[in-house]
């Protein structure tokens, strides 16, 4: 037996996973397919008078499940003899076809456990060639039905709605990511693309155009709902009288059903201003209803407002539009000044104004899309244009989310950082500050905020009481207090002159301990530097060390150290007294020679008074 080679065990898992893609395209599609044929033969069993046989039930599911995709569709058969249109989508039924092939392409470009990660452009093109196969069976059983489906429109938009739904599955399974862009677009894209701010910016503006189309939906169907319940009466009339039995009545209320996404475009339409039109010859607008409309007997159009001017109750659909723009706005405005962020990383004026915009045209853009398919001819004559006008809904919408988004996303954004607890936050370090900068300002902020002095803090240690500032010096002079009413001597040059090579430490290691104790300069016996070990620098071995080394830099002109010279302990020490010296022996220059002797036979500090930090 001859033992398959690495490359040949490759290139079958690859083409078993292609075929496995297929597969499952063609599945999807037959869900989809199989699901609303159940629905058209029990509709069709359960009718007492069936216009055709099971064939014709079939051929004319067929055509309804083409139509989910945004297939246009004609009925030969109508009473002037001349073929009628129907290209109005229902919204609702094109969520399942849409969703099974997302579906399909996800679970196809997810790898599997044992099996390498399939190619994504491979899953992408077997999952839409499988569910397009599917498609085509659909169009040639349908083509001798009742309603037959266009040619001409198969291509777009049916296979160009499959093959979006496919390449979201495909990019869900990826993880969703933002990029990188193909190797033939332009470099300055890509660079673009490859920027975090420009993701989080463009992320941004996709949500903020999102919630202003879903909130342009809702105004919509609350439109449509307050209207059908003015016209109740009438809506029940042409109910009841499209069918009078059961099975047909329970046939158009799932129409109904399936257009409700559509009512509520059109109500989204009529709240932008441009309106609906109602045939070719009548628009209906906040302003008012004109011309003749061409009105078929369906429940859903007894919302449709009576001819005549608007009244002021009409005028009030102009809320819609302004709803969705402030939500824009709302929007954009959270992520231009969040407020668990520093203060640094809110967004400029530009750039909030610039994503508003972006997001406004993200919102048009949707908008138009949507409107475009939720209208369609039904006939030749006066309903060849019925629903809303696309190019207008489009810029209407973003007239009013740009117009009062911008304004409004500039007021929120002002607001948000003017707000308290915001714009003087104490507990968020800011974006550029390093680490133990930042501690640090906020511990000198913490023991500002408890004595209420001013942000910036100022040294204090040899300045002057001034009449015009009486609160500098306060704190030495408070100092000075507490050490005379301790029985020490108050002098400050004590404390004002560092100890070599220990001062930073020292200063930090005070401060930390001075806010843990809850100590401020308002506080008595507090002083700014009190607290640097200056002991050691008056001893006696120090004072020889830095007169020796004097000495020889001087090339002997100057004298010993007198061996009886003495200070007294109290004069430099303003803590206590200073720690018994060892005895010195008799002065001479071979006592002073070496000042790192000196240094290191110095005595060691007493435990109970502060010594250097090491």
Not at 32 to 59: C, E, F, H, K, N
Not at 396 to 409: C, K, R, S, Y
């Amino acid at each position: 037996m001859t033992q398959r080679s690495p490359k040949a065990t490759a290139e079958r898992n690859r083409t078993l996973d292609l075929a496995s893609a297929l597969v499952r395209g063609a599945v999807a599609a037959g869900l989809g397919l199989g699901s609303l044929t159940v629905l058209v033969m029990v509709v069709w069993i359960s009718s007492p008078y069936p216009d055709s046989g099971p064939g014709g039930a079939l051929r004319a599911a067929a055509g309804v499940w083409l139509l989910a995709h945004g297939a246009g569709l004609v009925r030969p058969d109508t009473l002037s003899g001349v073929p009628a249109p129907v290209s109005m989508v229902p919204l609702l039924l094109v969520l399942g076809p849409v969703w099974l092939a997302h579906r399909a392409a996800r679970d196809a470009a997810e790898p599997e456990e044992g099996r390498p990660r399939p190619s994504r452009a491979g899953a992408f093109c077997a999952v839409t060639a499988g569910y397009l196969l599917v498609v085509a069976g659909a169009a040639a059983c349908a083509r001798g039905g009742s309603l037959r489906p266009d040619p001409d429109t198969l291509v777009f938009p049916v296979a160009l709605v499959v093959a979006g739904a496919a390449a979201a599955g495909v990019w869900t399974a990826a993880g969703r990511p933002f990029g990188p862009l193909p190797s033939w677009s332009p470099l300055v894209l890509q660079e673009a693309v490859a920027r975090t701010l420009f993701r989080d910016r463009a992320e941004a503006v996709c949500r903020s155009a999102a919630v202003g189309v879903t909130v342009l939906l809702g105004g919509g169907a609350l439109l449509v709902a307050v209207a059908l319940g003015r016209n109740a009466e009438a809506a029940q009339d042409a109910f009841l009288g499209l069918a009078g039995d059961w099975s047909g009545r329970f046939a158009v209320l799932l129409l109904a059903a399936s257009l409700v996404p559509n009512a509520a475009l059109w109500g989204a339409a009529y709240g932008l201003g441009p309106g609906f039109s109602l045939g070719t010859g009548a628009t209906a607008t906040p302003l008012g209803l004109d011309g003749t409309p061409a009105v078929p007997h369906f429940p859903l159009l007894a919302a449709v407002p009576d001819q005549g001017p608007g009244s002021l109750l009409n005028g009030a659909a102009l809320a819609v539009p302004v709803a969705a723009a402030l939500a824009v706005a709302w929007f954009t405005a959270r992520r231009a000044a969040p407020t668990d962020a520093p203060r640094a990383q809110a967004w400029s004026t530009r750039e909030t104004v610039r994503v508003t915009l972006l997001a406004a045209l993200g919102c048009a853009a949707g908008t138009a899309l949507l409107t475009a398919v939720a209208g369609g001819p039904l006939g030749t004559g006066a309903l060849r244009e019925f629903g809303p006008v696309w190019w207008l809904a489009g810029p209407a919408a973003l007239a009013w989310t740009a117009g009062i988004g911008v304004p409004a996303v500039l007021l929120l954004r002002l607001w948000r950082l003017r707000i308290p607890g915001w714009a003087w936050r104490r507990d968020v370090p800011e974006a550029d500050e390093p680490p133990a900068t930042a501690t640090a300002a906020m511990t000198v902020a913490a023991v500002q905020a408890e004595t209420g002095e001013k942000a910036e803090a100022e040294a204090v240690i040899g300045r002057r009481r001034r009449w015009w500032a009486p609160w500098r010096g306060r704190g030495g002079a408070s100092g000075a207090a507490g050490d005379a009413a301790s029985g020490g001597t108050g002098a400050p040059a004590a404390s004002s002159v560092p100890a070599p090579g220990t001062a930073p430490d020292a200063a930090s290691g005070a401060l930390v301990g001075a806010i843990g104790s809850g100590a401020g300069r308002g506080d008595a016996g507090f002083e700014p530097y009190d607290f640097l070990p200056t002991d050691p620098w008056h001893e006696k071995d120090f004072r020889e060390a830095r007169w020796a080394s004097l000495k020889r830099g001087s090339g002997g002109l100057m004298a010993d150290f007198p061996a009886d010279a003495d200070f007294p302990a109290d004069a430099a020490d303003p803590v206590g007294p200073a720690a018994p010296a060892a005895p010195a022996g008799p002065a001479g220059p071979a006592d002073f020679a070496d000042p790192a002797d000196s240094a290191a036979d110095r005595p060691a500090p007493d435990p109970d008074r502060p010594g250097p930090t090491p």
